[in-house]
Nanobody, 121 residues
């Protein structure tokens, strides 16, 4: 199977920056898309950004121009550089990967345990 471990969350003042990292490990054959989701208290989990194995990216309108996703395929790692953070960015951020792993030829979605990002005003 695939294990995703996030790091880099924390407390930052509005206008500050954080960089999240997520490393995938396990019996991985290939990873297709990787991405970041977030869930604020009392709200639905929402997509923040994603990146394909070829490097194509997608962003939520709320983070465009402030967040940058990148990926190191050799290290099975995805990053999220978050600049100009706002209090409304406060949430638990989850890493997601669509991967083919183990003996199954089908891709499955895997999730990390989440990392807290808190932006103070």
């Amino acid at each position: 199977q695939v294990k995703l471990v996030e790091s880099g969350g924390g407390l930052v003042q509005a206008g500050g920056s954080l960089r999240l990292s997520c490393v995938a490990s396990g019996s991985i054959y290939t990873i297709n898309a990787m991405g970041w989701y977030r869930q604020a208290p009392g709200k639905e989990r929402e997509s923040v950004s994603s990146i394909t194995s070829g490097g194509s990216t997608n962003y939520a309108d709320s983070v465009k121009g402030r967040f940058t996703i990148s990926r190191d395929n050799a290290k099975n790692t995805v990053y999220l550089q978050m600049n100009s953070l706002k209090p409304e960015d406060t949430a638990v951020y989850y890493c997601n990967a669509e991967a083919i792993a183990g003996v199954s030829p089908r891709p499955y979605d895997y999730w990390g345990q989440g990392t807290q990002v808190t932006v103070s005003s």
